[in-house]
Nanobody, 124 residues
């Protein structure tokens, strides 16, 4: 599976961005896809994930971010509303076969495939 993340950019606080994670390969609908982010000087952190039918989010983005998937297009989206300067980071998508429960995939080490990252900058 190869992943291509896109959609990052510069946006003002309170604004909106939608990131895309396009995947190659068959049976993508059976994969869990996670979004992670890494701000300068900080460790990579879990943002959220989507199993075949269930999505999960870290507390800091709940109610603002939504993950969705279009299996026909082999693409997962991260829609980000009410963006804050602290959301500034490089965002990565990752994928793994959905074998375990959602919480298993909160850790970056659980994923086998990674996209290249797309930078999101939120200005105040």
């Amino acid at each position: 599976v190869q992943l291509q993340a896109s959609g990052g950019g510069l946006v003002q606080a309170g604004g909106y961005l939608r990131l895309s994670c396009a995947a190659s390969g068959r049976a993508f609908s059976s994969y869990v896809v996670g979004w992670f982010r890494q701000a300068p000087g900080k460790e990579r952190e879990f943002v959220g994930s989507i199993m075949p039918s269930v999505s999960s989010y870290t507390d800091s983005v709940k109610g603002r971010f939504t993950i969705s998937r279009d299996n026909a297009k082999n693409t997962v989206y991260l829609s980000m509303n009410s963006l804050k300067p602290e959301d500034t980071a490089v965002y990565y998508c990752a994928a793994a076969r959905a074998v375990y429960s959602a919480s298993y995939y909160y850790a970056a080490s659980r994923y086998d495939y990674w996209g290249q990252g797309t930078k999101v900058t939120v200005s105040s």
